[in-house]
C-alpha cells in the first residue's frame, strides 16, 4: 500500500530536549515536505527536500532541521524545542515537485511544555 | 501576497443534499490547485487535482471547478452522506513558489442524518 509514515503519532516533551519526529515513504518520491498546522493558520511548510541532499527552508524553518539521506527519509529534528512549537505536523510527498498528487502521512501532536 | 481562503468555516447540512464548498485565492498564476480530505488522526486525503490549464475534474460524487481569472474554485459533492462529513482544505502552487502548497484554513462539514 502507498503510504507515508510519520512516527511517533503523538509526543508531549518538555522544553530544551531535543527529538526527532521521523518520515518515511514507500512510493519512490523524490520530493518530500514538513508542514505544520495550526488554528486559524492553515499549514504551513516549513522545510523541503528535492531529492537526496537536496532540503531548503520553507515559510516557518526557524527552530527546525532536516536531512534527506536517504530518498524515502525525511526526519524533522527539534534541536531544542518551545512551547511555540506546539502543533500539529505533517510529512508529504509527491512524484514531482509540481503537478503531481501529494500524498501526506497521518500527523504527528506535538505538546512541548 | 499569495493566500488562500475558504467561506464558511463550518456548514452542517441533512443527508441527500448536494453542497458547494468554496475556494478563492490571490493570483492567477497558479500550477494547480488541489482538494484534500482531513479527518481527525487520519491525515490528509489528496480527492482531486485540477491542472492550470483544466476547467473541472470529477471523482464519482465530487467534481471540482477552476475559474483561475477570477481565482476561484468550487468543490461539489452530490447527494451527500454522513461519511462525508470532515474537513475539506483547498491547496494552490502558485507559480514562482512551486516548492510549496498554500492552504486555505479549510471548511468543517458535518452531515446530520
Known amino acids: 500500500e502507498a503510504q507515508v509514515t510519520q512516527n511517533p503519532r503523538y509526543l508531549i516533551t518538555v522544553t530544551g530536549k531535543k527529538l526527532t519526529v521521523t518520515c518515511s515513504q514507500n512510493?519512490?518520491?523524490?520530493?518530500m515536505s514538513w508542514y505544520r498546522q495550526d488554528p486559524g493558520l492553515g499549514l504551513r511548510q516549513i522545510y523541503y527536500?528535492?531529492?537526496?541532499?537536496?532540503?531548503d527552508k520553507g515559510d516557518v524553518p526557524e527552530g527546525y532541521k532536516v536531512s534527506r539521506k536517504e530518498k524515502r527519509n525525511f526526519p524533522l529534528i527539534l534541536e531544542s524545542p518551545s512551547p511555540n512549537q506546539t502543533s500539529l505536523y505533517f510529512c508529504?510527498?509527491?512524484?514531482?515537485?509540481?503537478?503531481?498528487?501529494?500524498?501526506f502521512g497521518q500527523g504527528t501532536r506535538l505538546t512541548v511544555v | 501576497k499569495q493566500e488562500v481562503t475558504q467561506i464558511p468555516a463550518a456548514l452542517s447540512v441533512p443527508e441527500g443534499e448536494n453542497l458547494v464548498l468554496n475556494c478563492s485565492f490571490t493570483?492567477?498564476?497558479?500550477?494547480?490547485l488541489q482538494w484534500f480530505r482531513q479527518d481527525p488522526g487520519k491525515g490528509l486525503t489528496s480527492l482531486l487535482l485540477i491542472q492550470s490549464s483544466q476547467r473541472e475534474q470529477t471523482s464519482g460524487r465530487l467534481n471540482a471547478s477552476l475559474d483561475k481569472s477570477s481565482g476561484r474554485s468550487t468543490l461539489y459533492i452530490a447527494a451527500s452522506q454522513p461519511g462525508d462529513s470532515a474537513t475539506y482544505l483547498c491547496a494552490v502552487q502558485f507559480g514562482g513558489t512551486a516548492s510549496k502548497l498554500t492552504f486555505g484554513t479549510g471548511t468543517r462539514l458535518q452531515v446530520t442524518l
Open positions: 512510493m519512490n518520491h523524490e520530493y
Open positions: 527536500s528535492m531529492n537526496v541532499e537536496v532540503t
Open positions: 493570483d492567477s498564476a497558479i500550477y494547480n
Open positions: 508529504a510527498s509527491s512524484f514531482g515537485q509540481v503537478n503531481t498528487e501529494a500524498f
